[in-house]
């Protein structure tokens, strides 16, 4: 093929349809009027995961699905607004986009926050998909009360393979312990593991699931539903928190710690107690070896999503730090306030308000967005 316009009309519709962000859309029918008219109109409806639980777990019928949220990075050109924007879309069952902001689980109908139904002007501006978030929602009997509650949960997601659309689920829900989905099955299968734990973190990583448990033992679980232990557990009588977090081609272990728990539940004094350690993953050894930094990244820790970026896709970002959600900060809170950033060559941790250039990652939609109100 001599000339990139020259491509057939079915070839280019055909790579239209393979497009999984509704931005890559946009630019790949921006590039002229003939690839405007052989591709996609606008971005398809993604459908929706179904994973209906069993009667007898406690769930309420086949409501249970999974929301998809993704976390984008945008930079602009302009030199008179915020240059850099982290924010959240997340894709509704009938295939609804909603800006979110990231950390808060703020929307447009929520809080009444000031997020409008909008455009962007991607004209000139860049934007880089950082993180996928895959959160179970259900309905659950709650005996005691005699009520319905409505309930949200972390889990891990991964395709089965590239030829279909088939996927697994790994996640706790209304199950005593770990269970997985698997959409060739259509059911859920209960795992064998004991003693029955609390797993702060599961993430997919190189075709297995892996997950860590509130006394710092890994397990791994594989497509066929075998669960492996790792031998050796983490350490944890200074750990308090866990997250599994992608870095690059890494899969990292972060634990925030306190000399002791009685400085964890004090709010007031946790700049001057709390500190983080990060480990890689071993994959041979079965085990976590810690490390002293992370490669010049920043981490950020939510509670359904973790993700990573490199310091240099954000000038003025500073490279190994963590940026986190304040676990003691109350609804009421100032909303830079809870937001909270930790950094390898510091001592203690600091407010996002503390630190102007990374304000301005987290604002309302800066003035360049076009509201369609």
């Known amino acids: 093929m001599g000339k990139w316009s020259e491509l057939p009309k079915e070839i280019l519709h055909l790579i239209s349809v393979k497009i999984d962000n509704p931005f890559d859309l946009i630019h790949f029918r921006s590039v002229c009027s003939f690839w405007r008219s052989s591709s996609l109109l606008k971005f398809r409806h993604m459908t929706s995961l179904r994973c209906p639980l069993p009667l007898d777990s406690g769930g309420c019928g086949d409501d249970c699905h999974i929301l998809s949220s993704r976390v984008y990075l945008l930079k602009s050109p302009y030199l008179d607004c915020p240059r850099y924007w982290l924010f959240k879309l997340q894709e509704k069952e009938n295939g609804e986009l909603i800006l979110h902001s990231l950390f808060l689980r703020r929307n447009s109908s929520a809080y009444r926050c000031l997020y409008p139904s909008l455009s962007l002007d ?3 501006c860049q934007i880089v998909e950082l993180a996928q978030e895959h959160v179970a929602c259900y309905s659950e009997w709650f005996e005691l009360f005699e009520c319905v509650s409505k309930c ?108 002791s728990k009685y400085d964890f539940h004090i ?24 490390v002293e930094d992370m490669d010049g990244r920043i981490l950020f820790l939510e509670h359904y999503c973790t993700f990573s970026c490199l310091a240099t896709e954000i000038p003025g970002f500073r ?35 503390d630190i102007p250039e990374y304000i301005e990652l987290f604002p309302s939609p800066p003035g360049w967005v076009i509201s369609n109100e």
């Open 122 to 124: 991607l004209l000139d």
């Open 152 to 259: 949200e949960e972390r889990i891990g997601v991964m395709g089965l393979s590239r030829e279909n659309n088939g996927f697994m689920i790994l996640g706790k829900l209304s199950f005593n312990g770990l269970a997985m989905y698997r959409s060739v099955d259509k059911r859920w299968t209960e795992l064998e593991i004991t003693p029955e734990s609390f797993f702060e973190g599961i993430v997919p990583f190189k075709g297995n699931f892996y997950a860590i448990d509130r006394t710092g033992r890994t397990i791994v679980v594989e497509p066929t539903l075998e669960v492996n232990t790792f031998q050796r557990s983490r350490p944890c009588d200074k750990t308090r928190k866990r997250w599994l977090v992608m870095s690059g081609d890494k899969l990292i272990l972060v634990e925030m710690c306190t000399k």
């Open 267 to 290: 709010p007031n004094i946790r700049e001057k107690k709390i500190w983080f350690e990060i480990s890689e993953l071993n994959e041979e050894g079965d085990d976590w070896d810690q």
């Open 319 to 353: 490279a190994n730090s963590i940026i986190f959600m304040d676990l003691w900060a109350g609804s009421n809170s100032y909303e830079y306030e809870s937001i909270l950033v930790f950094e390898f060559n510091e001592q203690g941790v600091r407010s996002l308000r």
